[in-house]
């Protein structure tokens, strides 16, 4: 972590039913009276008015001193019967299109998000701290991988011919290093190399020691935390009493309180020069999550701000405060 250190926050539009456009002004400047430098913002759509609602996204970032960071989650077609040149075609054509329709209204352009979760079996939380932990190539659906290669190598291509001074960034959850360095090896080039770390990653392992491999097996790439948050899902590795609290909003939310500027230091502790920022997962609740079966979710309370399925009725959450001060603390400092 450096002086030029850059804090973020994910908010969302597409498909998440906490955040309808209209808000989008009022989500932004939550961000702004955080002290954040970037938005992280999923949007996937090419079309005419998908641009143009990436456009007003970028508009109202810039206008409040804040950069974009666009999560192109596309779904590619990793897992349909294409020849793997077809697909590196259609996903070329796509991202080449996308970006040359945006230039730079957007700062950084994340291609897909969480891949290896995808290629792993979609589902972190029975991935994390098993015996395929995401360090080896054997660990991944074999199949899937191929065609997500062809499918990054298109995008990046696509993004070269489109908009050549693009920063792009590709991303990974936890361990899962070995479709990272893959791509790398077979040289693919990026500008930033994302990690999504919570608060159950630091309590097995060390966002140091994570960092310190991604330097030497991905050595001319920055490093930004893309997702970080304390983690309200429930592990089967944890004691039962534990899964209870977590259900129990009062001590959940001091614990997120807590933990995110405990986490903050941990990384300046890390005096690490190619980590180029954290962004924090996410602005607001996903209490939709939770609608269909009533059973507790812990995603649905990752947001900083409370608030009802419709993204209205927001009240502040300690760690909206706590990671406010934090970030004042190291601005004035």
């Known amino acids: 972590m450096n002086s030029k250190m850059k ?72 897992s349909m019967d294409l020849p793997l040149d ?3 075609s259609q996903m070329a054509e796509y991202y080449k299109k996308l970006s040359s329709s945006l230039l730079d209204a957007v700062d950084i352009y994340q291609i897909y998000n969480e891949i290896d979760v995808h290629l792993m079996g979609g589902n972190i939380a029975n991935i994390f701290l098993t015996p395929a932990d995401g360090k080896e190539k054997g660990e991944y659906d074999c199949v899937l991988w191929e065609r997500m290669v062809a499918a990054v190598k298109g995008a990046l291509r696509g993004m070269e011919e489109g908009y050549p001074e693009g920063k792009t960034c590709i991303n990974f959850a936890w361990w899962h290093t070995a479709f990272i360095y893959e ?64 259900k129990d909003a009062e001590k959940r939310n001091k614990w997120q309180a807590e933990w995110i500027p405990e986490f903050i230091d941990t990384l300046i502790d890390c005096n690490n020069p190619r980590l180029k920022g954290i962004i924090f997962y996410e602005l607001l609740d996903e209490p939709s999550f939770e609608k269909i079966d009533g059973k507790y979710n812990g995603e649905s309370h990752f ?31």
Not at 200 to 209: F, H, R
């Open 183 to 246: 791509l790398y090896n077979i040289g693919c080039r990026w500008d930033i190399t994302g990690i999504d770390w919570y608060s159950d990653c630091e309590e097995v392992s060390s966002i140091k020691l994570l960092m310190e491999d991604v330097m030497k097996n991905v050595p001319d790439c920055d490093i930004m935390l893309c997702e970080v948050n304390y983690w309200m899902n429930i592990h089967d590795r944890y004691p039962q009493e534990h899964k209870e609290s977590l």
């Open 86 to 88: 077809e697909i590196e």
């Open 7 to 78: 804090f973020g926050m994910n908010i969302h539009n597409e498909k998440y039913e906490s955040y309808p456009a209209a808000d989008l002004e009022k989500n932004i400047k939550s961000c702004k009276e955080l002290g954040m430098d970037i938005v992280r913002f999923n949007q996937s759509s090419i079309s005419p008015e998908g641009i143009e609602e990436i456009k007003r996204v970028s508009n109202l970032c810039h206008k409040n001193g804040m950069k974009l960071m666009l999560v192109v989650d596309k779904n590619a077609p990793y």
């Open 303 to 333: 947001g900083f701000i409370e608030c009802d399925r419709k993204g209205q009725n927001q009240i502040k959450k300690p760690a909206f405060f706590s990671l406010q001060q934090k970030v004042k603390e190291i601005k004035e400092n």
